[in-house]
């Protein structure tokens, strides 16, 4: 295996099998499965009623199944989850226990490969059925210098809108498709422009305070620490807040440690 290819152990795949599975996917989830192609995975949620994510996951066409890429501790709520609403649609679901994803920033030759469809920046990703022993990568490290939070290591279930981790800006959502559990709230938002909360990069000359730390402008809190190491961390903070914090000409301070905040590239094209 190459160097550059790191096994991604907190990542599981689901596999779906059945005649109904795209026709019942696309009732459920937030990114339209008519994206899905044999060279293009999707990138998705599943929210609750409310609009908040329950989970996310990448969607692989692998020819005679669907590969689901989630989160390895919550697969099994996953998979319930996707159960219950399966009734009587001609479909099979199991985590494949034999099955492992990878990441590299560079393309990847083996296994069913697949570019991050998130963000090109981030590299291209793999569905392999063996793995060995390699070095610790940087994937981590890697999404948090492109302000790219992820379900289970910045966020957890039912905490976050979409708007919130920026998913509409990575390609979690269709705005066009028909519905899905959560679309009314998820529409409302984007159509009166409620944007209130981003994920933004946070960048520290010292050490990175842990998470769920408070970032202060003065004496108001406008956010908090999601995630990070080597001097950087993705932060959720309140828009208005920092709008104020700049016009006002405040220090932004965390654990008593100093910190700039800038918004990821492609939220500043989106």
């Known amino acids: 295996m190459s160097e550059h290819i790191e096994?991604?152990?907190?990542?599981?795949?689901?596999?779906?099998?059945?005649?109904?599975g795209r026709s019942f996917l696309q009732g459920l989830i937030t990114q339209d499965l008519d994206q899905l192609t044999s060279d293009h995975a999707i990138f998705s949620a599943l929210l609750t009623p409310q609009g908040k994510i329950l989970f996310d996951f990448m969607i692989v066409d692998a020819g005679a199944a669907l590969f689901i890429d989630c989160r390895r501790e919550t697969a099994p709520a996953l998979l319930k989850r996707l159960t219950l609403y399966k009734l009587r649609a001609k479909v099979t679901l199991a985590i494949d226990e034999n099955l492992f994803v990878a990441?590299?920033?560079?393309?990847i030759s083996t296994g069913l490969a697949y570019q991050d469809p998130r963000l090109k920046a981030l590299g291209w990703r793999a569905i392999l059925d063996r793995t060995e022993d390699v070095p610790e990568g940087s994937y981590h490290?890697?999404?948090r210098s492109f302000g790219v939070p992820e379900f289970g290591v910045d966020f957890a279930s039912d905490e976050m809108f979409l708007l919130d981790v920026n998913y509409d800006a990575l390609n979690a959502v269709s705005y066009k498709k028909g519905c899905f559990v959560g679309q009314e709230?998820?529409?409302?938002?984007?159509?009166?422009?409620?944007?209130?909360k981003r994920t933004l990069i946070a960048e520290f000359n010292e050490r990175t305070p842990e998470k769920a730390a408070s970032i202060m402008a003065g004496p108001s809190t406008i956010g908090e620490i999601l995630s990070g190491?080597?001097?950087?961390?993705?932060?959720?903070?309140?828009?208005?807040?920092?709008?104020?914090s700049k016009s006002d000409g405040a220090t932004l301070t965390c654990d008593g440690v100093e910190l700039r905040l800038r918004l990821p590239d492609y939220l500043e094209q989106a």
């Open 7 to 20: 096994i991604l152990d907190d990542r599981a795949v689901i596999r779906l099998d059945g005649d109904d």
């Open 103 to 107: 990441a590299s920033p560079a393309q």
């Open 141 to 143: 490290q890697r999404r």
């Open 185 to 196: 709230v998820t529409s409302r938002m984007k159509r009166k422009g409620e944007v209130r």
């Open 229 to 244: 190491s080597d001097n950087r961390a993705l932060a959720l903070i309140r828009l208005d807040r920092w709008r104020k």
